[in-house]
């Protein structure tokens, strides 16, 4: 079987690759489109990101608050017209 820690490294990784991926792909439509709010989605991948490279190296269980940043970043995305 896998160990638990084995399964939140690979989860990290893959929100990682995940995240850098999106996060490229929405600065791409920005720049075509230049809607501010690929900019605001932009920024909330790149928030998953910097939390997932933190939560590798650091594993600490409070990096809570970049989930609300990027909520409100999200939010703010959905509610530009």
Do not use: C, P
């Not at 190296?57 to 909520?71: G, R």
Request: positive net charge.
């Amino acid at each position: 079987m896998f160990n638990i820690h084995e399964i939140v490294l690979f989860s990290i990784v893959v929100t990682a690759g995940l995240s850098a991926l999106l996060f490229g792909i929405s600065m791409l439509s920005y720049y075509k489109v230049r809607e501010i709010k690929f900019l605001f989605i932009g920024s909330a991948f790149l928030f998953f990101l910097i939390k997932s490279v933190i939560f590798y190296f650091i594993q600490n269980y409070n990096v809570f608050l970049f989930d609300v940043v990027i909520i409100v970043l999200l939010y703010l995305a959905s509610v530009r017209k």
